[in-house]
């Protein structure tokens, strides 16, 4: 059964639900992979949120930071943003089953071939180390002491990967190349402020896909985060966020054969 994996959704529920009428007029019942992002700044983050949990097993998901940002805010770590369109999933009935669904998702997925995150992989990461990093989170996340790591999951710090790393300053650290991370240096170091396209990188620092020697340049990175580097289709690179809540588009590929699969979206944000 071919796969689709789509780019960052963002609330907008009814422009999910118009790339899946596309999807399945292609694949009866197609398995999905969705790069993060589910929720927020869009109109409709409980319809999507309840969508791709009803989806059951066809369906897969990796975490993205506003996933993350939902889980802190319903539970009084962060407050909302001006910008945060979260209140229909924390005032509803099944407001708590969602949240338990979301924080046991991974971080990092290997599927036919392909490596999921959200945002990036640091460049001393292959694709096997990737995946066991993002599981050492969601073994936390999933736990019963997570409330404690999501307290100290937020800040800019440890910015470069250490092995010797450890508690939540590890954990930290590969939350945040995965979510969060669009540029770094060659050793490694993460910049979290510009949100600009590529050719914005600071003196020193370039896109982590564009690192020389990175260790996953071999597989194929799916991922999304990145609504100012648009659509990126590389031999061995696959940049989904093609900017539906800001009037863009929400951008499905089929694996098999790069087939794109595109819906137009209203705007629901302006940049500011």
């Known amino acids: ?65 506003h996933d993350l940002h939902l889980l802190a805010v319903a539970h009084g770590i962060r407050k909302k943003n001006k910008s ?39 460049p001393q990461w292959n694709a096997a180390q990737t995946v066991a990093l993002a599981a050492e989170v969601q073994a936390v996340l999933s736990g019963p002491n997570w409330l404690d790591f999501l307290h100290d999951m937020y800040g800019d710090t440890p910015a470069h990967w250490d092995d010797a790393l450890q508690g939540h300053a590890r954990l930290r650290c590969i939350v945040n190349a995965l979510t969060r991370m669009r540029f770094c240096t ?6 979290f402020s510009i949100k600009e396209g590529a050719g914005t990188a600071p003196a020193g620092y370039l896109p982590w896909f564009d ?45 098999s054969d790069r087939a794109l699969f595109q819906v137009d979206c209203p705007q629901a944000q302006r940049p500011g």
């Open 1 to 65: 059964m071919p796969t689709y994996a789509i780019g960052d959704l963002q609330g907008c529920g009814q422009q999910l639900e118009q790339l899946l009428t596309q999807l399945h007029a292609a694949t009866p019942d197609p398995q999905l992979i969705f790069v993060g992002d589910l929720v927020n700044r869009g109109p409709q983050s409980l319809t999507t949120l309840r969508l791709i949990r009803s989806l059951g097993a066809r369906a897969q998901m990796v975490l993205g930071n």
């Open 84 to 122: 945060d369109t979260l209140d229909d999933i924390l005032n509803a009935p099944d407001r708590d089953e969602l949240l338990d669904w979301l924080r046991r998702q991974p971080l990092a997925l290997w599927r036919e071939g392909h490596l999921f995150v959200h945002a990036g992989v640091l």
């Open 186 to 191: 060659p050793d490694g170091t993460m910049e």
């Open 211 to 255: 690192l020389p020697h990175r260790q996953s340049a071999d597989v194929t990175v799916v991922f999304g985060h990145w609504s100012t580097l648009g659509l990126t289709l590389r031999p061995y690179l696959l940049g989904l966020d093609t900017g539906c809540v800001w009037g863009g588009q929400l951008t499905a590929i089929r694996l």
